[in-house]
């Protein structure tokens, strides 16, 4: 059961992780590109960014642990 159920919830699982990666803002132009430090800016993660952090984080662990069950089984 779990080796047919496991591969649909990895595939079900990655495409939810994609979709909450793009929506995340991009933070690019700050100084990914090489600007100097006086360029950079740092602000705190509120509201809807905040809750799109976590859930890229837990999504991760949460695929993770499936490609690790997906190995021992």
């Known amino acids: 059961m779990l080796q ?7 595939i ?7 979709a909450v990666i793009l929506l995340q803002p991009s933070s690019a132009g ?8 006086s360029m950079q800016t740092f602000h705190t993660k509120r509201g809807f960014e905040k809750f799109l952090f976590l859930l ?8 993770a642990a499936f490609g690790v069950l997906a190995i021992i089984y």
Do not use: H, K, N
């Open 12 to 18: 079900a699982l990655s495409v939810i992780l994609i």
């Open 56 to 63: 890229t984080i837990v999504l991760g662990i949460i695929f």
């Open 4 to 10: 047919t159920v496991l591969p649909i919830a990895q």
């Open 30 to 37: 700050v100084s990914a590109l090489g600007g100097s430090d």
